[in-house]
């Protein structure tokens, strides 16, 4: 993994937040985005955002923090209180650093939905979904360390929680609430690692010199 990932991801939350806020144009934020993305080292990420650099700072809610975490900057977009998103007679994703609102609506209809979130910018330590899946297929791709908790009324249906990637990871602080109907239709929950990163015993191996 590229040390200078977890900065980067800083980086790009600090332009993401000026351009919600309207101090940054969208067409500068494309072309920092490339120069983030291509920056050699910490010194030069700081001077891309330095001028757009939210007075006061930000902070990550309790628990989802690095642990290696330096900056106070490395905020998310000011998260939305809900957000719908339906897939009827078709499939769409969506994925990659994005922030996540308070309350998620989904429906499935005769398609398939997948939403992976374990590289998104969590506003709350609580998560809420509400499903409506018809003769679908939705795939949930959560933070490893989520606390999930699936309460949907199923018929005809069937749901899966993998963790098999991620067994033994430590807790993030960040409860996933999992409501609605699913009708004939197929709910995955997927625990995942963050885009680049390795389960904390095979990094370990690396290191001791015992791993491939």
């Not at 000011?78 to 769409?92: D, Q, R």
């Amino acid at each position: 993994m590229d040390d200078l990932e977890p900065h980067r991801q800083d980086a790009i939350r600090v332009l993401s937040a000026a351009v919600a806020s309207d101090r940054l144009p969208v067409t500068q934020f494309e072309s920092r985005l490339a120069l983030v993305r291509q920056a050699p080292n910490l010194a030069t990420l700081d001077a891309i955002v330095a001028d757009v650099m939210p007075s006061g700072g930000y902070s990550l809610p309790r628990g989802l923090v690095r642990a290696d975490a330096d900056h106070t900057y490395a905020a998310p977009v000011e998260p939305a209180e809900e957000l719908s998103i339906s897939t009827v007679f078709g499939s769409s994703k969506r994925a990659g650093s994005w922030t996540v609102p308070l309350r998620l609506r989904l429906k499935v209809v005769l398609g398939e939905l997948v939403l992976d979130m374990r590289d998104a910018v969590f506003g709350s330590d609580v998560l809420d979904i509400d499903v409506h899946a018809t003769l679908g297929s939705l795939v949930l791709i959560v933070p490893a360390g989520a606390q999930v908790e699936n309460e949907c009324e199923e018929r005809m249906s069937s749901s899966t929680h993998s963790t098999r990637s991620v067994r033994g990871a430590a807790p993030i602080g960040l409860l996933i609430r999992i409501t609605g109907r699913v009708r004939w239709s197929s709910l995955e929950i997927k625990e995942k690692l963050r885009s680049g990163e390795e389960p904390q015993k095979k990094g370990l191996m690396k290191l001791l010199g015992g791993g491939e």
